[in-house]
Nanobody
Framework: QLQLVESGGGLVQPGGSLRLSCAAS????????IGWFRQAPGKEREGVSC????????NYADSVKGRFTISRDNAKNTVYLQMNSLKPEDTAIYYC?????????????????????WGQGTQVTVSS
């Protein structure tokens, strides 16, 4: 059974850091592009970051560039999202999702329909 499970969310003060994990089961995560998305209350879900199938190319939303870093550990079948310098506007439920296996270039963040398997999400709250 294909499954993605996010973890690592929580409550953090502005300026703090969190590392989210996305663990895959039922498929080899290394053979697919993986994306991170988030949805804040009352807002549409938006793309945050993605990593290409090869793991070489990454893509970030402008709002998180320079603060967030996506990476993958193929041995652990896990993708990470390191989030630094967190702001209150980063508060949201964060989801990871499986993209396509042939996204070797820059993976898209705007084509959410192309991501076919989604996790249940993990809550990130940035507040003092």
């Amino acid at each position: 059974q294909l499954q993605l499970v996010e973890s690592g969310g929580g409550l953090v003060q502005p300026g703090g850091s969190l590392r989210l994990s996305c663990a895959a089961s039922g498929f080899a995560l290394s053979t697919y592009a993986i994306g991170w998305f988030r949805q804040a209350p009352g807002k549409e879900r938006e793309g945050v970051s993605c990593i290409s199938t090869s793991g070489v190319r990454t893509n970030y939303a402008d709002s998180v560039k320079g603060r967030f870093t996506i990476s993958r550990d193929n041995a652990k079948n896990t993708v990470y999202l390191q989030m630094n310098s967190l702001k209150p506007e980063d508060t949201a439920i964060y989801y990871c999702a499986r993209g396509r296996s042939d996204w070797y270039g820059i993976c898209p963040l705007s084509v959410q329909g192309a991501y076919d398997t989604w996790g249940q999400g993990t809550q990130v709250t940035v507040s003092s």
